[in-house]
């Protein structure tokens, strides 16, 4: 797993700067700077609409006594969405979008689950309660 990510930062960061010299020779510097900037004001404007809207259903959910599941990872991906929208460049934008978007966002929460109960499975997490 440490390697992946070592991996993936030595190579997310050198296909961005590709992209951006890219785009920069095709599109002009300035329009690129534009369109980083504003990718970046519309993904934090949809980051806190989309964490304020999760935000409510977690309050709701758990002033009835539920257990919240599904709108942690929403939260998580959200948090992980607008992170990436912040960073300078067209593929973590990308990304980032489609944590925040809510229809592709399923996605990504299926394949969470999928990770977390692999893991549960294998013995690197454990999940603990506490009894009352």
Known sequence: MAKWFLLLLI???AAEVGVLILAGNTIGIWPTIALIIATGLLGAWLAKREGLQVFRTLQLQTQRGEMPGDIVLDGVCILVGGTLLLTPG???????????????????????????????????????????
């Open 11 to 13: 190579i997310i960061p």
């Open 90 to 132: 067209f593929i973590t934008d990308a990304l980032g979008f489609s944590l925040l978007i809510p229809w592709s966002r399923r996605g990504m929460k299926a394949v969470l689950k999928r990770w977390f109960k692999k893991m549960v499975d294998n013995g690197n997490i454990r999940v603990m309660g506490r009894r009352w």
